[in-house]
């Protein structure tokens, strides 16, 4: 029998889901970003920077550094393990994901392929070009990677070279791992993350389900089949086989799921303080992760995150669960003083004193983590003089 909940109580125990806020009692966030990306089991990552910062804001006290040093030790990697976009996963994971969503993946690729002039018989070629180019443990980042390819005769100009690496890592070939030159480097998955696991179909979708929803639970079977793309009929088989793993609330009529018993939280507890406010990145899990995402920002709201519904993901302001505003910044480089960000907040409406002065302590958390110093307008006062925090 589900257990009857509002959307208040889903909001909540998302936040606790996300690492975002604590249960009762228990400190918010997780210990480093492997933890955080085990969690979420897949953090959306074209934009390395965007993504590093939604596994900081996740784990207090984690800086920038910590991330690429992640990286760096292959305990998480960037692959395409989901919508054909580049996403922080666990290295051990990357496999048993890819043998279930690579077919399809490739599949809704096919046609750009086809325009790009890339055949069977060319990837083939790549993928022969690539062991040569990175077996015995060698790593190139994208450019000496494509001229290798341009050496073995394989064309990689415009978005060939793109399609090119994403077809070699959906089939399981390479990743993206370490850094090499302060770039990300491409090696060969087998050589870089070896302790693979491996799953029996049934069994990999019922992981996929559960850990999903161990890191955005509550959510709808729909919110999952977006999430991964995979098939409705293989979302129905994913919880026929998580059995009784999984929990069911209603909420207004619909059935949500999340992992039976969390210790992350039940609905009759209660966060130790109030959610603070959040200064996401673009792009972030809490509000890309779900198919439904009206619990998050209203309708009328939503083209205000993403401008012309164009596909770019602002960064979020959010605020009790909702979001409540987006934010920009932008990066100064001088030779006398280095970098600089500066940050403009574009709220919804009018912030209370207590939003705004959260919003402060989330970017002072963000200037923290990136380790630079950050500049901010208050949102309530546009006409007021921007801050320093260092």
Sequence with gaps: ??????????????????????????????DGPLAVVERMLAVQAQDLPAASWALGVRSPGTVAADV????????????????????LVPATDVRWM????????????????????LDDTIIAAAAEAATGLLS????????????GLRSAGIN??????????AALA??????????????????????????????????????????YLDGHGPATLRDFAAWTQLTVADARVALAEAGDRLEELEVDGETLLLPAATERGTLGSRPAQRTPVLALPGFDEYLLGYRDRSYVVDDADFPRVVP????????????????????????????????????????????????????????????????????ITPPTAPSA???TIS
């Design 1 to 30: 029998m589900p257990t009857r909940a509002s959307r208040s109580d889903v909001l909540r125990l998302r936040l606790v889901s996300h690492g975002l806020s604590g249960p009762a009692g228990e400190a918010s966030g997780l």
């Design 68 to 87: 690429l040093s992640a990286l760096d030790a292959g305990s998480i990697v960037r692959s395409y393990p989901m919508r054909g976009t580049l996403h």
């Design 98 to 117: 890819l043998d279930l969503t690579a077919t399809k993946v490739l599949a809704s690729m096919a046609t750009r392929q086809r325009q790009l002039g």
């Design 136 to 147: 015995g443990g060698r790593r190139l980042s994208r450019t000496p990677f494509l001229a």
């Design 156 to 165: 990689p100009d415009g978005q060939r070279g793109y399609h090119l690496i």
């Design 170 to 211: 959906l089939a399981g070939l390479v990743v993206w791992g370490p850094n090499q030159d302060g770039q990300p480097a491409l090696a060969l998955l087998d050589e870089w993350a070896p302790a693979q696991r491996r799953l029996d179909r049934s069994e990999g979708l019922a992981e996929f389900l559960v850990r």
């Design 308 to 375: 012309g519904l164009n596909g770019i993901f602002l960064p979020l302001i959010v605020a009790d669960g909702r979001v409540i505003g987006t934010w920009r910044k932008e990066t100064t480089r001088t030779r006398a003083a280095g970098p600089t960000v500066a940050v403009e907040a574009a709220p919804f409406g009018t912030l209370t004193a207590r939003r705004t002065t959260g919003f402060a302590r989330a970017i002072r958390d963000y200037s923290a983590f990136t380790g630079l110093p950050t500049t």
């Design 385 to 387: 003089r921007a801050g």
